[in-house]
T-cell receptor
Framework: QKEVEQDPGPLSVPEGAIVSLNCTYS??????FMWYRQYSRKGPELLMY????GNKEDGRFTAQVDKSSKYISLFIRDSQPSDSATYLC???????????FGTGTQLKVEL | DTGVSQDPRHKITKRGQNVTFRCDPISEHNRLYWYRQTLGQGPEFLTYFQNEAQLEKSRLLSDRFSAERPKGSFSTLEIQRTEQGDSAMYLCASSALGAYEQYFGPGTRLTVT
């Protein structure tokens, strides 16, 4: 079993839809949670990062963490074609420590 | 302030050759990380520096791989006697001391023929 599980998709939604992307993890030592967006053949771009359980909002993006269930989510409101990319969750046990990534979910937002 | 930069962006080499990649982190970021990403997978951790000290190495980092960060600024990753299985995207990331979020560069895509 992988330490971080993420549905690879692909996920296809119409423009304007609300998108929900999810990861589960097995190690309760994981304490820091990040979401990255990666366009094809580019490096990952940091979207959101959080330490606490609960919600964190930034524009159209909301990151949600439930440590008791070991479950994290990223919500994208009013999705746009430019949001079409692979979304990676990344988790670490402590500040400065290595990141453990999910496999990434490929998202396509269609006109 | 520029982000993390990597050079070259793409490298094609023949099996058995040595290659070296360079990473320049965000200025004043003490921590520097190397990851490897293959198609359809998330990045996998290779190694990590705090200033010039290499603090952790993954078991993925075989003895053909070596990384350095001699003055605590830029870093190099060398692969000796490349194999076809080394074909991947090599990503560098950096973070500030006390922070947990990491910022990635554009990556170096290695193709071993």
């Amino acid at each position: 079993q992988k330490e971080v599980e993420q549905d690879p998709g692909p996920l296809s939604v119409p423009e304007g839809a609300i998108v929900s992307l999810n990861c589960t993890y097995s190690n309760s030592a994981f304490q820091y949670f990040m979401w990255y967006r990666q366009y094809s053949r580019k490096g990952p771009e940091l979207l959101m990062y959080t330490y606490s359980s609960g919600n964190k909002e930034d524009g159209r993006f909301t990151a949600q963490v439930d440590k008791s269930s070991k479950y994290i989510s990223l919500f994208i409101r009013d999705s746009q074609p430019s949001d079409s990319a692979t979304y990676l969750c990344a988790i670490s046990t402590g500040g400065g420590n290595k990141l453990t990534f999910g496999t990434g979910t490929q998202l396509k937002v269609e006109l | 302030d520029t982000g993390v930069s990597q050079d070259p962006r793409h490298k094609i080499t023949k099996r058995g050759q040595n290659v070296t990649f360079r990473c320049d982190p965000i200025s004043e970021h003490n921590r520097l990380y190397w990851y490897r990403q293959t198609l359809g997978q998330g990045p996998e951790f290779l190694t990590y520096f705090q200033n010039e000290a290499q603090l952790e190495k993954s078991r993925l980092l075989s003895d053909r791989f070596s990384a350095e960060r001699p003055k605590g600024s830029f870093s190099t990753l060398e692969i000796q006697r490349t194999e076809q299985g080394d074909s991947a995207m090599y990503l560098c990331a950096s973070s500030a001391l006390g922070a947990y979020e990491q910022y990635f560069g554009p990556g170096t895509r290695l193709t071993v023929t």
